[in-house]
């Protein structure tokens, strides 16, 4: 009877197919948590980037102008696609003690919700991601979030730290760091850095101390430990950089920000041509024909678009994988040493998707970021780190970092007498400086710089630190976002929103997030 029951049992058993599995296999989870990541991030991404002047993405928001469906992308993308994998490799993955996934699921988990309340402030965190089972999570204080954050990071050391040997996954199933134990554990003293630096301004008693002990911590000190997400070259399917993938087809969707290129163009920089490429040698501003080429359009501006898509500047090789361009340039001061027209034998050329490789990245979280972010606080806090030093590493880390990605992409390497030439000149000036906040001005304005790619971080630290400078927009819609817009689908759905919705919205662009003061 015994052996019967168990063989009927197992025959009756119909609604379990071994060939379709009800849950989802841990090593196809993760890499699908980092893609969905980065993937939403496109909107929010180049949004943010706009509004700090890194590029033009959408004229409305260069005029400070946001509507409901300004971030609804990204928005609903974490929590519908995003945030559910996460949690669900959580779940499956301490229900399975498989702590290596279940600490980088609760890093993704930090990081991505840290950005959220950076961006948004108030957003649903406890109650979010339950499909069915709540369909109106409630809308949590950034601060309280950020105390969760703290906790949850520990948690997912404490989770890497029960796995033996150096991988916490094979290295198949992660795509940002193969599965090594060591750089994760970097990303997690890294993100923690990143977050008390945040709140410097609000609890700097808590800030000074958490970043003083995070000094001789196991922090991302190299380039090779960067958090960075790397795309694809293939175009079918197409897993490139979405910059490369917007721009380098016949019709286009962003400008380059003009004033960030003549920051650059000004300052005797030579990022500059990893940064952006000239469709044409001679276009300039207003669709002029007798500049050097970076055409642009002037944040703010509320001008009809002309038909200028073979003539405007576009992105170059770092980070969307674009073209390095290596044409001679217009209009150089004798004075120029760095941007200058040694060695530049090149053409320039109208782009199209067979140009560069696309396989750019998302750099999230840098060496060069961690050495900035040491820099700000040791000027600002007193931690008792060389703030000098972490300057000088910082600008060197993001040199080498694009020289590198240039060399192993198709372009040009930066020369190493450029590299060390440009930091002497930049730490001449350090020395130079009347004060600590002349020096701040310095540190923040070449992390401006150095993390173009992220508008999202820019847009963190210009809305601490009021760095750097910005141009005056020419025909402002708004006043400065303080946070962004949320998705209009969320506030007519949510319940404990719907109500008053409107004015939930309304105050966004007027309310700072909590650290900021």
């Known amino acids: ?44 991404n180049s949004g943010a980037a706009t509004i700090v002047q890194h590029t033009i993405f959408s004229s409305g928001l260069s005029r400070y102008q946001q509507t409901g469906t300004s971030f609804d992308d990204s928005w609903d993308g974490f929590y519908t696609q995003t945030f559910i994998d996460i949690e669900s490799l959580i779940k499956q993955g301490t229900s399975q ?117 995070l000094l001789t911590a196991n922090l991302i000190n190299a380039n090779s430990a960067d958090f ?50 000239r469709q044409h040698a001679t276009a300039g501003l207003n669709n002029a024909v007798n500049s050097n080429g970076y055409y642009g359009r002037n944040p703010g501006d509320g001008t009809s678009v002309p038909a200028d898509q073979t003539r405007r500047s576009t992105f170059g090789i770092y980070p969307a994988g674009g073209l390095y361009d290596n044409a001679p340039i217009n209009n150089l001061s004798p004075a120029n040493i760095f941007l200058n027209n040694t060695g530049a034998t090149g053409g320039l050329k109208v782009v199209t998707v067979t140009d560069g490789t696309g396989a750019g990245i998302m750099p999230l979280i840098t060496n060069a970021m961690v050495q900035f972010m040491r820099a700000e606080a040791a000027l600002t806090l007193n931690t008792g780190d060389n703030a000098r030093q972490r300057f000088i590493d910082a600008i060197t880390a993001n040199l080498n970092s694009i020289s590198a990605y240039a060399t192993a992409n ?80 969320e506030l007519s759905t949510n319940s404990t929103v719907i109500a008053n919705a409107s004015q939930v919205q309304t105050v966004q662009q007027t309310t700072p997030v909590f650290w900021d003061k």
């Open 1 to 44: 009877m015994l052996l019967l029951t168990a063989s009927c049992k197992k025959f009756i058993d119909i609604n379990d197919d071994p060939n379709n599995l009800t849950t989802a296999q841990l090593s196809l989870l993760l890499p699908s948590t980092e893609i969905s990541m980065v993937g939403n991030m496109y909107q929010l």
């Open 97 to 213: 003690q498989q702590w290596g996934y279940v600490a980088i699921a609760k890093l993704e988990k930090a990081y991505l919700y840290s950005l959220m309340v950076d961006m948004w402030g108030s957003v649903p965190y406890n109650s979010a991601s339950m499909g069915a089972e709540n369909r109106s999570p409630v809308f949590e204080e950034g601060a309280a979030i950020y105390d969760r954050l703290f906790v949850l990071i520990d948690e997912a050391i404490a989770d890497a730290g029960k796995v033996a040997g150096t991988g916490l996954t094979p290295a198949s199933a992660d795509v940002i760091y193969g599965g090594s134990k060591d750089l994760w554990i970097k990303m997690a003293n890294a993100l923690k850095l990143k977050l008390f630096n945040q709140v410097r301004l609000v609890d700097p008693a808590k800030s000074a101390a958490g970043i003083k002990a």
């Open 228 to 277: 960075t997400f790397r795309f694809g070259s293939s175009q079918n399917p197409n897993n490139r950089h979405p910059w490369h993938r917007s721009e380098y087809q016949a019709g286009k969707t962003f400008y380059v920000s003009q004033s960030f290129s003549d920051m650059l163009f000004a300052n005797d920089d030579p990022r500059l041509r990893y940064f952006i490429y």
């Open 410 to 489: 198709g372009g040009i390497p930066m020369p190493a007498t450029t590299i060390s030439g440009f930091v002497a000149k930049l730490t001449q000036q350090y020395d130079g400086a009347a004060d600590d906040a002349k020096r701040l001005e310095l540190v923040m304005t070449q992390k401006y710089i150095a993390t173009y790619g992220n508008g999202m971080e820019a847009y963190n630290d210009f809305r601490r630190t009021g760095l750097p400078q910005m141009r005056e927009l020419l025909s402002p819609l708004n006043s400065f976002p303080m946070r962004l817009y949320y998705s209009q689908s």
